[in-house]
């Protein structure tokens, strides 16, 4: 009955999922029979002195107190197995006819499952304001962490200036497959050295994502254990060609791009990206990640100082790209951060002087508190992007921005602007539905169903030209394509193309207002913009009116807000509506996965309702995938489908009563070969994305199957887990009792030894 042989057993019944059954095996462990060690604790009444002479006397080493200036005494036998099944009757039996021995106590081996609220301890960390639980709104990374989600197979790549890939905090996550050098033309995107340092951003940027955790050195990135690239194209000319590279390196690879550049933010552009790159982001969200598509997180601008918007920059512009804007830690609009329609989510970044700032890599193998601006803001979202993808591998890009906006919230962030739109959610210009939260975005994703593929439906609104007049308003009322297969039902993003010439552009204010009654800036005056050159089809974007019913009066309103004699025309506007037939605020509004908890025990070992539970690891997750369960009614829900389902393909076992002594004894003769949990839990190929030329309609049955399946499947193993988890407690708490009759017994015993023996 040795430990042996069960151990064995263990290790091939659970292997499938070693990452989900590791402490468990530990727990379950020691729950048979407790193990001795070659030590003692011992209480004496006269100090140092006794314990000295005891230790001499029976041949000891006196380890010293257990607590300062107390009576309990640390001491080991050097004589005695390091571990043994028994304890050592001898040395028990010396020191209980020891007169000065007040108590004593073999120890034995406690196994202890640890915690997963795991703070990292690289030094820097608790500089790490914006996600180290210091401030009660904060990004809520550590809960995220506390589920096992630190974007392990998740692949991001930086698009920037370089990226130190030999960095004492990069190296082990440093990704060469995700990594160009589009400056010099070769693999090695290490960034060019200068006396101004003026080469460090992508390094600085990189450092947010995916800085090694617990390795003594900086901090800790929001995804610490992804994997990240670095593309050096900003340290020398930018073409559309450069662009378009670097936008579409490896999308089958990369997961998630971050960029924090763009047009000069000098308030008087108006530009966006070239045929090519345009080509490049619609190829990455049709095709990129096996045809889920590709996330391109941006930032939003650092043009505030000349009242930039950020709708005049095509990139963060782009339907493609989750535009991320900036807060203050105290909460406030940062002075650089540019506004407009297009800001989907906030994080925190720098503020004035005296608010603190981003620490992550720099150059130079070195650690910086100092990064700062939008820039630093869209790395910090590129990383919880991540969470939430290995949290959900399935989510296609239109699903991500759906997720962001559902766990985006307005907190403490103060702006002039927040308003409530007709779906009932808040939303501001400076930081779109506010600052993310990771905890909640995972959570979302978890459950998350994919959404029916992409709906656009094309409105003219102005198709002759019309004199601009001073305020004006044009209305449409629109059927959203009703009775077409365009029909639109939910919104996701929308767009207005314009042609207009005016007199002074920047004077000029443009709003739309949707028939759910929610009014957008489409562009707010830009003082510095003094161009004549009006607007040339060009498309702004607004996240506003999201998941609201388009159907109804549109109107656009044109304000001077300037020079009283400015003049123009509108020479044609285009309402461009995108999302989908399925009402999305009929989906059910919380996460599903919220429910029992399981027990655990706190640092005192004392056992509680444990808070987070953690979730599916990758390995736990394609142990999964395969296993998924299809339903055949898609739409049904995803709790609806699997539950049904789920009882009849695995038998799990009710909630066992705590077991007796007696089964603890007879489980320590084996455990089951033959465990229902863990047959559910069979090893299975983790599923391959692959390119593919299907239509969308079936693309997106695929997804959503998939997504289904993996909904299922995660649930399921989320109820089998909580299961053996408290199966795991009760054994531990009857080993403990078992601990504890065997001490008493050991205790009992020793009198009666006494006097038969030594
Ligand atoms: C818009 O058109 C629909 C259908 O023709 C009509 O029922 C509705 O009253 C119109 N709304 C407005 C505000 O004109
Ligand atoms: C706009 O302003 C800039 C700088 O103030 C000036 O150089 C330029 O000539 C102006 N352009 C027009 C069209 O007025
Ligand atoms: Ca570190």
Not at 166 to 180: G, I, M, R, V
Not at 694 to 714: K, S
Request: glycine fraction near 8%.
């Amino acid at each position: 009955m040795g430990p042996a042989p069960t151990k064995l057993l263990w290790i091939l019944v659970l292997t499938p999922s070693l990452i989900l059954v590791r402490p468990l095996a530990v727990g379950w462990r020691s729950a048979r029979v407790p193990i001795y060690v070659s030590s003692w604790a011992v209480r004496v009444t006269q100090g140092n002195r006794e314990a000295e002479r005891l230790a001499r006397k029976f041949g000891f080493v006196n380890l010293g107190q257990v607590f300062p200036d107390g009576q309990y005494f640390h001491l080991r036998h050097r004589g005695v197995a390091q571990q043994s099944l028994s304890p050592h009757w001898g040395h028990c039996l010396r020191l209980k006819k020891d007169p000065k021995v007040r108590w004593f106590e073999q120890q034995t081996v406690r196994r202890r499952v640890k915690r997963s609220l795991e703070v990292p301890t690289d030094p820097w960390f608790p500089r790490q304001w914006y996600m180290n639980n210091e401030m009660p709104l904060d990004l809520n990374i550590l809960q995220s962490w506390a589920q096992g989600l630190t974007g392990r197979g998740v692949v991001i790549s930086i698009l920037d200036d370089g990226i130190e890939k030999d960095h004492p905090d990069l190296w082990a996550n440093y990704d060469p497959l995700a990594s160009y050098d589009f400056n010099d033309y070769d693999p090695d995107p290490q960034p060019r050295y200068t006396p101004s340092n003026k080469n460090r951003h992508g390094t600085r940027c990189a450092g947010e994502v995916a800085a090694m955790a617990n390795n003594g050195f900086c901090g800790a990135g929001v995804a610490f254990n992804a994997r990240i690239g670095g593309v050096r194209m900003l340290d020398g000319t930018i073409t559309d060609v450069i662009e378009a590279q670097s936008l579409s390196l490896q999308p089958q690879h990369i997961h998630i791009y971050s960029a924090s550049w763009g047009p000069e933010d000098d308030g008087r552009t108006v530009d966006g990206p070239g045929i090519l790159t345009h080509e490049a982001f619609l190829h990455g969200v049709t095709h990129g990640r096996g045809g889920l598509g590709t996330l391109f997180v941006w930032a939003s601008g650092n043009g505030g100082l000349r009242y930039d918007n950020c709708n005049c920059d095509g990139y963060t512009n782009s339907i493609h790209t989750i535009s991320v804007g900036s807060a203050t830690r105290q909460g406030r609009v940062p002075w650089y951060s540019e506004a407009c329609a297009s800001i989907l989510t906030t994080t925190f970044s720098s503020g004035l002087a005296t608010d603190p700032q981003i620490v992550t890599t720099d150059l130079y193998h070195q650690c910086t508190d100092e990064h700062t601006g939008t820039s630093a803001s869209a790395p910090l979202a590129a990383g919880m992007i991540a969470l939430a993808l290995e949290a959900n591998p399935f989510l296609t890009w239109r699903d991500t921005q759906h997720l962001v906006v559902r766990a985006s919230k307005p907190a403490h962030l103060q702006a002039e602007d927040w308003s409530t739109n007709g779906v009932g959610r808040q939303v501001s210009h400076h930081y779109g539905y506010g600052l993310l939260d990771a905890a909640l975005l995972v959570d979302l994703a978890r459950t998350w169903l994919s959404t029916q593929p992409q709906r656009k439906c094309a409105v003219e609104v102005v198709l002759a030209p019309l004199p601009i007049l001073l305020r004006m308003r044009v209305e449409k009322n629109v059927s959203a394509c009703g009775g077409s297969h365009r029909y639109i039902r939910s919104l996701e993003h929308v767009q207005v193309q314009l042609s207009l010439s005016y007199s002074r552009r920047g004077d000029l204010e443009i709003s739309l207002t949707s028939p759910m009654g929610t009014r957008s800036t489409l562009v707010a005056i830009r003082p510095l913009d003094n161009s004549s050159q009006g607007y040339h089809n060009w498309m702004f974007m607004s996240t506003h009116f999201w998941d609201e019913n388009p159907q109804g009066l549109w109107a656009l309103g044109l304000w001077n807000k300037g020079y009283y004699f400015n003049t123009g025309t509108l020479h044609r506007c285009t309402l461009l509506l995108y999302g989908t037939a399925e009402d999305m605020m009929a989906r059910p509004l919380v996460p599903q996965v919220t429910g029992s908890a399981g027990m655990r025990r706190d640092i005192k070992g004392l056992c509680q309702e444990g808070k987070a539970t953690r979730y599916l690891s990758p390995e736990e997750r394609f142990v999964g995938l395969q296993g998924g369960i299809h339903s055949p009614h898609p739409g049904s829900g995803a709790a609806a489908g699997m539950g049904s389902k789920t009882k009849k393909r695995v038998v799990l076992p009710t909630r066992p009563a705590p077991p007796t002594v007696e089964q603890i004894l007879e489980d320590v003769r084996g455990a089951p070969a033959e465990d229902p949990v863990f047959t559910a839990l069979a090893p299975e190929e983790p599923p391959v994305p692959h390119r593919n030329t299907e239509d969308p309609e079936a693309q997106w049955e695929r997804f959503f199957l998939q997504g289904q399946a993996y909904v299922a499947t995660n649930e399921r193993l989320r109820q089998a887990r909580d299961q053996l988890r408290q199966r795991c407690e009760d054994l531990c708490r009857a080993s403990e009792e078992l601990e504890r009759d065997v001490g008493q017994v050991t205790q009992a015993a020793l009198p009666v030894t006494s006097t038969t023996s030594d």
